[in-house]
């Protein structure tokens, strides 16, 4: 089995193994106690934080262990407004941040203050100078990730960090995807990463404070890690990944370079094997190990199985592979293509062959895919795209639209030649209905396609993208929305 999901988890890294195994003996007692096992278990934790504190490029009393990436970010969140809270309430982030600092900017925003989301372009990058521009005088905390989880996409830290240095505002960096391959450039006020990313144990994050940053820890008084995680430390657990991230850093040169020439071949490869593939991220400014691509007319879910039965542990940002019909909020900000979305992180120590038998599998696997599913060739959308026919009969409203949205807003607008009712399918499907019927109407006539499926909104536009069909908007409907394509021959 090739394990081809390491942005979501690594297995132990072998320095960690070791160092886990040993600190279990040492690093068993109080380390706030002045008995010899205490001293012993504070030599073992102090070590630990001088090892992280210089991988993640800060002082080793600026820098404490939280129970995971995730604590790390709520408490440095939760820490640095509430420590300017008189500076203001507005919160800025981008909109292609992990989970973990939206759900964190949703519960600032309910507790009173205000939250703005900074767009991305299709590559999944912000652009430095338009967040610079929404910095505002009661900016208390803005948050950028160095490198994107989903798509692998490197953000400007630098400039941004600048930019927010020469505002007051305080920058927090979630770290936790790059920290592996290098420090993160620039002047940044908080770091967040977890250990699991780079093969140290779960339940190990990091959380770096600099000096002269405004902080008040939120919760009950504490006073481990400087009062900003409480609770007695997982000192074994903690040396484990300290040491394991200093052995991931001493190979990271040669690692990245070697992946980024697999990752490349994917990139190249993946296009030409497939048909109808869109490959998303930043092609350049990208961590070294990671491609996504999104496959049309294809489920996520069922590609990820049968990719797994080929031997393959490959993610998604695909809805169809979770309960919810809302696609990740990363593809949706780029606004690129999220069905068929696969996304290959490779460990450290892929072999190369590895990745050319799964350049190999991968074409089948689409098409079994494809084919269940009813998609039309291509050959077969040319056919149709390209036959003389007669105007399609209006289909009447599917049940559940509004009035309008099959067709007129008011008098004299236009009505579509034909209605697609693809309620209570979900993506793909409303998508390749939509391909099997584009050829029945003469070139400039409407298809209005009614879904209820929250992908619809961004695959409808990405196939009027890849087929030189134009997408014509969407308009409101009892259930989902109607979305209207101009066939363009």
Avoid at 404 to 420: I, N, Y
Wanted: glycine share 10%; aromatic share 4%; net charge negative.
């Amino acid at each position: 089995m090739a394990y081809f999901d390491s942005a979501s988890s690594v297995p132990l890294h072998p320095v960690a193994r070791q160092a886990l195994l040993a600190a279990l003996d040492e690093g068993w007692a109080d380390p706030a106690r002045l008995h010899r096992e205490g001293r012993r278990a504070r030599m073992l934790l102090d070590a630990a934080r001088e090892t992280a504190a210089e991988a993640a490029g800060c002082r080793p009393d600026e820098l404490v262990f939280t129970s995971s990436g995730t604590r790390a970010v709520y408490d440095g969140m939760a820490g640095a407004l509430a420590g300017r809270r008189r500076v203001g309430r507005h919160l800025l982030v981008s909109a292609v941040e992990h989970s973990c600092v939206l759900q964190s900017a949703a519960a600032h925003a309910a507790d009173g203050g205000t939250v703005e989301e900074v767009g991305v372009d299709r590559t999944g990058r912000v652009d430095a100078g338009r967040y610079a521009g929404a910095l505002r005088a009661d900016t208390a905390l803005a948050c950028l990730q160095s490198a994107n989880h989903e798509v692998g996409t490197e953000q400007p830290v630098a400039e941004v960090a600048e930019a927010c240095r020469d505002a007051g505002v305080p920058l927090l960096v979630d770290a936790a995807q790059s920290l592996a391959w290098g420090p993160v450039d620039g002047g940044w006020s908080l770091l967040t990463a977890s250990a699991h990313k780079w093969g140290g144990p779960p339940g190990v994050g990091l959380l770096a404070v600099r000096k002269g940053v405004r902080f008040a820890p939120r919760g009950p008084a504490d006073e481990r890690e400087s009062g900003r995680a409480a609770g007695f430390p997982n000192i074994p657990a903690v040396l484990a990944a300290a040491a394991s991230l200093r052995a991931v850093r001493q190979e990271a040169e040669g690692e990245a370079a070697r992946l980024r020439a697999l990752v490349d071949r994917i990139r190249a490869r993946v296009p030409e094997l497939v048909p109808d593939v869109e490959v998303v991220g930043d092609p350049v400014r990208r961590l070294p190990h990671l491609v996504t691509f999104s496959c049309l007319y294809v489920d996520g879910e069922a590609l990820l199985h049968g990719l797994d039965r080929r031997g393959f542990s490959v993610s998604s940002g695909s809805s169809c592979t979770a309960s919810t019909l809302v696609p990740s909020h990363v593809l949706r900000a780029m606004g690129v293509l999220s069905e068929g979305n696969v996304r290959v992180s490779l460990p450290a120590g892929t072999a190369a062959e590895d990745v050319e038998r799964f350049l190999a599998v991968l074409p089948e696997t689409v098409g079994e895919v494809r084919g269940r599913l009813g998609a039309p060739l291509p050959e077969e959308e040319a056919a149709g795209a390209g036959a003389e026919r007669a105007p399609a009969e209006r289909a009447e409203p599917a049940e559940g639209a509004a009035p309008e949205a099959a067709g007129a807003e008011g008098p004299g607008a236009e009505e579509p030649a034909l209605t697609v009712d693809a309620l209570g399918r979900r993506c793909p499907v409303p998508v390749i209905e939509l391909a099997k019927v584009i050829g029945e109407v003469p070139d400039g006539a409407l298809v209005a396609v009614l879904a209820d499926d929250e992908a619809a909104r961004l695959d409808i536009p990405a196939w009027c993208a890849m087929r030189d069909q134009e997408y014509a908007g969407e308009r409101p409907a009892e259930r989902g929305a109607v979305y209207l394509v101009r066939r363009r021959a």
